[in-house]
Each structure stands twice: as structure tokens, then as C-alpha cells.
């Protein structure tokens, strides 16, 4: 097994203690409150709220289980897993920023249902995801950005045939799987789900999916090899799929974070987790 260093270490561990902080308030649980920078900037599914509203007010109880993203360089932490809202399940993202010991930035993602919705399979999603790599197999922070930069290249270009992904990369949206699926569970429409990753896309797919925009990079971990991206994906609703099939027959805007596994600099896996907004919609960020 290989370690990072004990400074690194600590400030990890510091970093999620004050997500977890965070999470506890949010859900009514008593303890330590975080600290909160008077110049506090916080957003719901890109929509700029006053800390306390939103799903400050109806969530309930947090699920067990979720994961933590933490960048150490940049003082930043993030989370994915599910809540309890008012007696409805909902896929929950947040990343906070932390700058000395406040709380200086906290940005939000809910997702309330859709096709693709399965909150227990974000939660329990393999743990093998945040394994620290051998030195050998790592990226520069600058080379993580790259390859997430180019997934989204070859969905607007698409084609994938010079993304660097391995041929059995996983992809899971919102819980579900989207790549590699076993061919026998899909039903008609759904076939391009047993594909890989640059198949789909070269074989036009994700055609549907018009720009990729408002690309950021808050958490790039070179230990794990992990990079997130917030992005928002633009659907204008009168883009065909290969076979004729319309996912969207009225245009909308998705916010979705979208965290990379990436080992000797081939993409291994992808999480996305996010939901449709109105068309044109801005991050917020």
C-alpha cells in the first residue's frame, strides 16, 4: 500500500471533519458547527440562496455511507451521497471551499428523481475509486485536467477515438450504469449502454449533448488520480441519437459534477451525479 505524507494526511483529514461538520448541520444533528465566512457564497443547484434555505430546511436524515473528494493544494472538499428530504430520497452533492478555518464557499447539487436515479448505488459505489495510486501510475494535476477536458471534447466533437480511456472504463450517472452494462439487462433503445465509453461516443450517442460549458476543476487529487468537474451539459431538445431516438424533447441545461479515475494517465472510470435545470442556465459560479 502506498501513502501520502503526513502533512497531506492531516490536512485531508481536517478538510473532511469539516464537510462532516457541515453535513451535521445541515440535517439538524447537534455538534460543532463549521465556521462560516461573513462573505459566505452558497448555491443550490446553481441558484445563489441565503445560507439556512433550501435543503437547509427539508432535509432530514443523511444516508449512511457517501464519499468525500479532497483537494489539499486548494482547500477543497466534496461530497456525494444521499438524503432523506422531507420522506423522499435525493442524490446530494456538495462542495465546500475552506480557507483557513472558515467556510468561504459552498456550492450544491440535488437530484430529485429522473430516468436515471438510484441514490444506494451513489452511496455504496467500490471504494477502490479513491485508492492512492503507486507514484508510477499517477498524473500531474495539470495531465488529471487534461484527460477530463478531453471526455468532454469528444462528447461535443463526437468522437472519442484519440480520448485516452481504457476499454473497459465504467461510467455511473446518478447511480446507474452507462457504459459497459451487461447487454442482456437493457431493453431496446438502451442497447448503446453495453458500449464503451469512446464507442458511444464516436458511434454518436451522446450527439444530443451540444456543449459542454462553464467547465471547472475544483478537486484534482494526484494521489488517487481523481479530478471533478462541474459542468453544465446543454440539451436543446431537437438532437437526435442514432437511431432516431429524442432523450429530450424540450430543450434544458443539466449542472452535473463528474468525477474521473484516472491510472497511467488512461481514464478508468466515471461518477456523475446531476439534474436538469432550465435551458441556457448559468452555474452560478
Known amino acids: 500500500m502506498v501513502h501520502g505524507n503526513s502533512s497531506a494526511l492531516a490536512e485531508r483529514e481536517r478538510l473532511i471533519a469539516a464537510m462532516d461538520r457541515y453535513l451535521e448541520v445541515l440535517v439538524g444533528q447537534k455538534g460543532e458547527r463549521p465556521r462560516i465566512s461573513p462573505d459566505i457564497r452558497y448555491t443550490e443547484n446553481t441558484v445563489p440562496l441565503p445560507l439556512g434555505t433550501g435543503l437547509w430546511r427539508t432535509a ?29 430520497e435525493a442524490i446530494y452533492g456538495v462542495r465546500l471551499k475552506v ?23 451513489v452511496v455504496d459505489q467500490a471504494t477502490s475509486f479513491h485508492e492512492i ?36 472504463c465504467r461510467r455511473v450517472v446518478n447511480g446507474v450504469v452507462d457504459s459497459m452494462e451487461d447487454l442482456a439487462q437493457l431493453e431496446e433503445g438502451e442497447r ?46 431537437d438532437l437526435e441519437r442514432p437511431d432516431g431516438q429524442l432523450p429530450f424533447r424540450s430543450p434544458n441545461s443539466m449542472l452535473v459534477f463528474e468525477a474521473f479515475k484516472v491510472r497511467g494517465g ?19 459560479w
Open 60 to 88: 432530514r436524515e443523511l444516508d449512511p455511507g457517501g464519499h468525500h473528494f479532497v483537494d489539499t493544494e486548494h482547500g477543497q472538499v466534496e461530497f456525494w451521497g444521499a438524503v432523506d428530504e422531507m420522506g423522499a
Open 99 to 121: 480557507e483557513g478555518n472558515l467556510v468561504s464557499e459552498i456550492e450544491s447539487v440535488v437530484v430529485r428523481g429522473g430516468s436515471f436515479f438510484n441514490p444506494r448505488v
Open 133 to 168: 495510486l503507486p507514484v508510477e501510475d499517477r498524473s500531474s494535476r495539470e495531465e488529471l485536467v487534461a484527460v477530463a477536458d478531453a471526455y468532454f471534447d469528444a462528447i461535443e466533437l463526437s468522437d472519442g477515438t484519440h480520448l485516452p480511456v481504457s476499454d473497459d
Open 192 to 237: 448503446h449502454r453495453s458500449l464503451g465509453v469512446a464507442e458511444q461516443m464516436t458511434a454518436r450517442h451522446y450527439a444530443y449533448i451540444e456543449a459542454l460549458r462553464e467547465r471547472r476543476f475544483p478537486v484534482v487529487d494526484v494521489e488517487r488520480g481523481i479530478v471533478v468537474c462541474h459542468v453544465m451539459f446543454d440539451h436543446p431538445g
Open 266 to 284: 488512461l481514464l478508468r472510470e466515471v461518477w456523475a451525479i446531476g439534474t436538469a435545470l432550465p435551458y441556457g442556465i448559468h452555474s452560478g
